[in-house]
């Protein structure tokens, strides 16, 4: 008897971050105590394949990628649905907060919001919005995102040469703030720090985004730093900043003046950003917590760093605490913020 199938099963998804020049992919599944994880892994390729966000040598991407996602991964990725983050900065975001809008006309207003504040012709982005909260003096605050043609399109050639359907896209910070959630209870506002190579995104989040932000510095640019002051290079560089970070070494003398104005730029938005999020909730020391993830999280001495300028207790967040994933060989602990872009984005499919 010929099968035909009478009830509709949806497909699972997977995660997948395309980094500067790593990529990482997750998948997990429902399970009845916590989430199964299936598979993850990450590789490495040319950072000159992308610019400026676009991925303008796609074959370089794709000889990393594909034996990823046919057989290097731990575990197995059991589909050929994805769900991807584009990193924010290279897009265009906004809160904003518009009264008396019905939703038929929420559209149409965030148009307009565009026009002032995304420096492109509307013909040149992808313009789309999520709706954060509704208040009772009838106020919607609006998660409002633009993002350049150029870069998705480049996304979706290369997840179509792949063979990969796609089930969706974000930007990097809701799949963070998604995986932070998940792992850290309480609602109490937080922020978050995604510290990448290039830059570092920052958010003010309870159970929703209430601010974002982003600083100009990242891993890059202190392996940058390190190579110059000590006249080392980049694989040692490399080295000293994974074991020593900024923390007590035989180098510390040399690097601390050179590291503290990097650093300090980070330390600075975020004390713009309280000041700015106490201004707008008329509230003192709300904010009790800065959570740090991302690749560059693990730098030692980075928390101490913020804690201290900031005066507000910093930790890292694993996002792997609340999956299970035995019986895979679970990742190497330096490693496990590296896959928070990632496994926010596989925790879509619980929300599902």
Request: glycine content about 6%; proline content about 5%.
């Amino acid at each position: 008897m010929k099968h035909v199938p009478l009830f509709y099963k949806q497909k699972p998804i997977f995660g997948i971050d395309i980094g500067h020049s790593t990529v990482k992919v997750v998948q997990v599944a429902q399970h009845k105590k916590q989430p199964q994880t299936i598979g993850y892994g990450y590789a490495e390729f040319d950072p000159d394949a992308i610019e400026d966000g676009v991925i303008v040598d796609p074959d370089a991407v794709k000889k990393s990628l594909r034996p990823l996602l046919e057989n290097v991964v731990i575990g197995e990725l059991t589909t050929d649905r994805v769900v991807a983050s584009i990193p924010m900065v290279y897009i265009y975001s906004r809160i904003v907060e518009l009264e008396g809008v019905e939703e038929a006309d929420l559209s149409e207003a965030i148009e307009l919001e565009a026009q002032q504040y995304v420096p492109l012709d509307s013909e040149e982005i992808y313009l789309d919005y999520m709706v954060l909260e509704r208040t009772e003096e009838a106020k919607t605050r609006i998660f409002m995102v633009a993002a350049p043609k150029t870069i998705v399109d480049s996304y979706m050639a290369l997840f179509t040469d792949l063979s990969l359907e796609v089930y969706g896209m974000e930007p990097s910070l809701l799949s963070i703030i998604r995986a932070i959630n998940y792992t850290n209870e309480g609602e109490t506002p937080k922020i978050a720090i995604d510290f990448g190579s290039q830059s570092s995104d920052l958010a003010i989040y309870d159970q929703s985004l209430r601010l974002t932000s982003t600083a100009s510095a990242g891993g890059d640019h202190i392996t940058e730093c390190i190579m110059e002051t000590l006249q080392v290079d980049r694989e040692e560089a490399q080295r000293i900043k994974t074991r020593y970070g900024i923390s007590k070494s035989e180098w510390q003398e040399q690097l601390a003046p050179a590291l503290t104005p990097i650093l300090t730029t980070l330390a600075n938005e975020v004390q713009k950003m309280l000041r700015y999020h106490h201004e707008r909730n008329d509230t003192e020391a709300d904010i009790e917590q800065v959570v740090i993830v991302g690749g560059g999280a693990n730098l030692p001495g980075l928390d101490n760093f913020i804690s201290r300028l900031t005066g507000i207790p910093v930790s890292t967040s694993d996002p792997w605490e609340n999956l299970n994933v035995k019986p895979l060989q679970p990742p190497h602990r330096l490693e496990t913020t590296l896959y928070t872009t990632a496994v926010g984005l596989a925790l879509r499919e619980l929300e599902r």
